[in-house]
Every structure is written in C-alpha cells, then in structure tokens.
T-cell receptor
Framework: NAGVMQNPRHLVRRRGQEARLRCSPM?????VYWYRQLPEEGLKFMVY????????ESGMPKERFSAEFPKEGPSILRIQQVVRGDSAAYFC?????????????FGPGTRLTVL | GQNIDQPTEMTATEGAIVQINCTYQ??????LFWYQQHAGEAPTFLSY????GLEEKGRFSSFLSRSKGYSYLLLKELQMKDSASYLC??????????????FGTGTQLKVEL
C-alpha cells in the first residue's frame, strides 16, 4: 500500500513565478492536510480539505495561496507570485474518513526554494 | 488558541532512557500525537493518546494527563538512530469531521556514545 506521495520533491522558483505542489493521499484516505515548515521552526497547519471541499483554511495566508482537492486527481497547493519568504518545506498529510484515531500520515514533502 | 511547549534540545547516552515532556493549552482537545522527524525527512507517526495513562509500543511509550495538560514520550534502550527531532502535536476537532494538528517546535534529541 503506497504511502502519501508528493511531487515534486524539490522545486526552485524565481520571485514572481508560480509554484504548484501536488499530493496524492494514501489509498482509502479522503482527508488531506497541508503544513508548512520553515527552517528551524515547527510544522504549521495551513489547510484541510476533503474531496471538492475546503473544510478549514485558517492557516492559509490571505493572498497568493490557494488549495484544492478535486474529485479526480491529487490535491494541489498553489502559490502565486512567490517571494523569498515562501521558501520552506511543504508537507501533505492524509487520514481516513473520520474514525476513532484519524492518524495523519505524512508525505515526504516538497522543498521549495525561491531565488 | 493553542500553546504547546517542549524543550528545544536534549542529549542522552546510547542505551539509556530519555523522557521528552510536552505541555499544552488548548480548547477542543481530541488527542495528542508524537512524531519523529529526521533532518530533511517527513514526520513519522510514533504514538497517540486520547485517554489518560500510558501507551507502550516497543521501546517507545507515551503518557497523557488531560487534567494537567501534560504528556511525555519515553524512549528506552536508546540507539544512535534515535537522534532526531520529536514533535508533540495536539489534535483539535474542527467542524465537518477530521482533525487538524497543532505542533510544538520539536525537541532535538542527540544520542551520544
């Protein structure tokens, strides 16, 4: 059973470009979470999605950031007009439909570098 | 809001036992998780507590006291490969099911010979 998959693993963008990060949850998981980890800092929650729905986006910056989880295909975290401060590791996690434990399993992350 | 505190760094000797503490303040508490994260890698799930008491899983144990807002992760028979960051995370129930995690900044454990 494949785990959470993310691509690309490394992404380099110049200031002002767009970054698209993809996440495929574990098989059978319908909940997707995005977290950001800045250098030397802890993981910060960004957004929680189910298929075709954003459930909680309280951690998303108000501008330039958006997320989706379409009916078909992976979840996408999109960052428009990137700035140097966006450089970080972006982790996706998934969990099964609500249950007693709902453990979140993390993907390998995408390391975004903005030049 | 939520506040999670854990020590920044700890050092221990191979073969010894180490306890990593975590205190938290939160509303809507729905469980506490411990993850291990090696540098440059994804967090790996270690343990989960939602009721008071001790959960044991091999060399790793985790304890929770909800009334005190306190948890600890106990690592026994330390090995060099246990050198990593240990993340305490509190789950907060949100509307619509599913549960977002709020993480502490992590405790960097260094295991020495």
């Amino acid at each position: 059973n494949a785990g959470v998959m993310q691509n690309p693993r490394h992404l380099v963008r110049r200031r002002g470009q767009e970054a698209r990060l993809r996440c495929s949850p574990m098989k059978g998981h319908s909940h997707v979470y995005w977290y950001r980890q800045l250098p030397e800092e802890g993981l910060k929650f960004m957004v929680y999605l189910q298929k075709e729905n954003i459930i909680d986006e309280s951690g998303m910056p108000k501008e330039r950031f958006s997320a989706e989880f379409p009916k078909e295909g992976p979840s996408i975290l999109r960052i428009q007009q990137v700035v140097r401060g966006d450089s970080a590791a972006y982790f996706c996690a998934s969990s099964p439909p609500s249950g007693a434990t709902d453990t979140q399993y993390f993907g390998p992350g995408t390391r975004l570098t903005v030049l | 809001g939520q506040n999670i505190d854990q020590p920044t760094e700890m050092t221990a000797t191979e073969g010894a036992i180490v306890q990593i503490n975590c205190t938290y303040q939160t509303s809507g508490f729905n469980g506490l998780f411990w993850y291990q994260q090696h540098a440059g890698e994804a967090p790996t799930f270690l343990s989960y507590n939602v009721l008071d008491g001790l959960e044991e899983k091999g060399r790793f144990s985790s304890f929770l006291s909800r009334s005190k807002g306190y948890s600890y992760l106990l690592l026994k028979e330390l090995q060099m490969k246990d050198s990593a960051s240990y993340l305490c995370a509190v789950r907060d129930r949100v509307t619509g099911g599913g549960n977002k995690l709020t993480f502490g900044t992590g405790t960097q454990l260094k295991v020495e010979l």
